[in-house]
């Protein structure tokens, strides 16, 4: 069975939380008696456990007391040689010592507690003082080899105290010394397995933080393994899960690897200082698409690309025939006046022309640097909800992150929301203005009402461009400054306004729109196939995991 694992490992290790999986197989082999062969030779189990009967009639009543709580339901079959305790059975355990300032009397001694014990080890760098009575050590000091449990906090949380020195622990820690010189460190891979399937909930009690009683602890049942068995499989489990540890480093490595090459050859389009050199650099990329593109962040990392080429003008070429965004700038500011003439648009303050040190690249020679407030009109009418129940209604937690699109089609009934709301209508922008949402924005194709938390954007450009400016680098870059400025909650309205933007001429927009619009629908057909490679490379695995523990 082991030759099944190692023989399948890249399948295992690359499947969706593949590593995590591994462990959780190992474990569960390990405890099934078939992650190393039985021994004939071995002496069986049922003769250990005569002999910890044996060693157990000498003891204090109190002592044998755990041995006679039930033993719950067993999950499998066993090896012939192997067979099924209660923990009871095969450990003396209690819990320790209760912190009480007002009885404390004694001298005082470093204990621990569930914050000093994870699985399969200790964090001793806070260990606490309590005091001790002579009486107390005896049963609430732990020795080297004795199994610690968590009674509380993650209860069933264990690890093995592998010191020379004692420790003491208190209360909320059970102690498990074992009869019959069973392996602690196989009970422990145990404890890890009843956590990795869940069944370690079965003994827990308690909603939020849970607790172990001594009596449910007592009632687990153990399969045991011939004691030269546990030895056997305690050393196959260490040296898979240090291959886990390595396997886990390595994908590490790579991934990281992988997305900072992936960075510096997107970042060579949008840094390329001319037509010839950004032909080079897209050469680069395409020569290797197909081993560059294949995670979701990779794939993610490309459309924010592609999003920057489309509002830095590479993407799609320029047209000399079209009408340039100068003149297109002129004829917004004319059509503002006139709104504002017929009271349909309130006066806004001027806005500072763009100034040669604010502009983040060089433009096409027919685009311009624009105010946001120059090309865009923020709207925001506040309502009572009530009055609009079956309005459709936008909040930050219903748009998805970078993406424009929205998550949630609720109501305002639906919503339950009670303050005061925005009211905003088809085809304008709705943007989130509140942190850490401030990558949130959508293109409404309703009449709606919004969170007074968003910005109802009026937009004298093409919407669907602006759309993929507030999207893109340039837009978030200046969000991220205006935020370290002002130290505020919320993007206020004077900083939007000012925030500068590239603009094409209006054919342009349109074209870019779509060429967009094609290459995201191209990156989501790539996302969809690597989600199917990986669904079938999960099939696969879990297939071979049924196989290995039938």
């Known amino acids: 069975m082991t030759a099944l694992l190692t023989d399948n490992l890249p399948l295992l290790a690359g499947a969706p939380n593949g590593i995590k999986k591994l462990r959780e197989l190992i474990l569960e082999l390990a405890v099934r008696g078939k992650l190393v062969p039985q021994n004939p030779n071995d002496e069986p189990a049922s003769e250990l456990l005569k002999r910890i009967a044996a060693e157990k009639k000498g003891l204090s009543p109190k002592v044998k007391k755990s041995s006679d709580t039930p033993m719950g339901a067993v999950a499998f079959e066993l090896p012939e040689s192997w067979c099924w305790a209660s923990f009871g059975d095969i450990a003396q355990h209690n819990s320790g010592k209760t912190l009480d300032k007002g009885k404390n009397s004694g001298v005082p001694r470093n204990y621990i507690t569930t914050s000093n014990l994870y699985w399969g080890r200790f964090d001793l760098a806070s260990v606490r003082q309590m005091l001790f009575e002579e009486k107390d050590l005896a049963r609430c000091t732990a020795i ?5 449990i968590c009674e509380g906090g993650e209860a069933g949380r264990a690890a093995v105290w592998d010191q020379e020195s004692e420790i003491c622990f208190q209360n909320h820690v059970h102690r498990a010394r074992f009869f019959g010189e069973i392996n602690p460190y196989y009970a422990q891979r145990y404890f890890e397995r009843l956590n990795y399937s869940g069944e370690i909930a079965e003994y827990r009690k308690g909603v939020g933080i849970s607790n172990m009683s ?3 602890l007592a009632s687990i049942p153990m399969p045991v393994p011939p004691l030269a068995e546990q030895h056997r499989i305690v050393a196959k489990v260490d040296e898979l899960m240090a291959l886990c540890d390595r396997l886990e480093a390595q994908q590490a490595d790579a991934e990281s690897a992988h997305a900072q090459l992936v960075q510096a050859l997107l970042g060579s389009l949008t ?5 010839e050199d950004f032909a080079a650099s897209w050469q680069r990329l395409a020569e290797h698409f197909h081993t560059l593109f294949t995670t979701e962040s990779s794939i993610d990392a490309l459309k924010q690309t592609l999003l920057q080429l489309a509002v830095m003008g590479k993407l799609v070429p320029q047209d000399p025939s079209d009408e340039p965004a100068n003149e297109l700038l002129k004829k917004i500011t004319e059509e503002k006046a006139r709104l504002v003439t017929e009271g349909e648009l309130k006066k806004q303050k001027p806005l500072e022309e763009v100034r040669d040190d604010e502009a983040l690249f060089e433009l096409p ?3 311009a640097w624009a105010r946001f407030g120059n090309v865009c009109a923020i709207k925001g009418e506040l ?14 937690d219903c748009i998805e992150k970078g993406t424009g699109r929205l998550t949630d089609n609720r109501t305002v009934k639906d919503s339950g929301v009670k303050g005061p709301n925005s009211r905003f209508f088809s085809g304008q922008i709705v943007y989130s203005k509140i942190r850490p949402s401030l990558s949130k924005a959508v293109l409404v194709d309703f009449d709606g009402l919004c969170s007074a938390d968003m910005y109802p954007i009026d937009a004298f450009i093409n919407p669907e461009f602006l759309l993929k400016e507030i999207l893109s680098e340039v837009f978030l870059e200046q969000v991220r400054v205006a935020e ?3 130290k505020m909650p919320k993007l206020n309205q004077e900083s939007l306004t000012g925030f500068v933007l590239p603009i094409p001429p209006l054919p342009e927009q ?10 995201m629908a191209l990156c989501d057909q790539l996302k969809t196939r690597l989600t199917q490679a990986r669904q079938l490379n999960e099939q696969l695995a879990t297939a071979l995991v049924e196989q290995a523990v039938a």
């Open 144 to 148: 080297k080899n004795d199994l610690l």
């Open 214 to 216: 001594s009596k449910a």
């Open 271 to 275: 840094q390329a200082t001319d037509a």
């Open 365 to 367: 020679s027919n685009w």
């Open 383 to 396: 309502v009572r909800p009530e009055d609009f129940p079956s309005l459709r209604q936008v909040a930050p």
């Open 484 to 486: 370290n400025r002002i």
């Open 510 to 519: 349109h074209r870019i729109v779509a060429k967009v619009d094609q290459l």
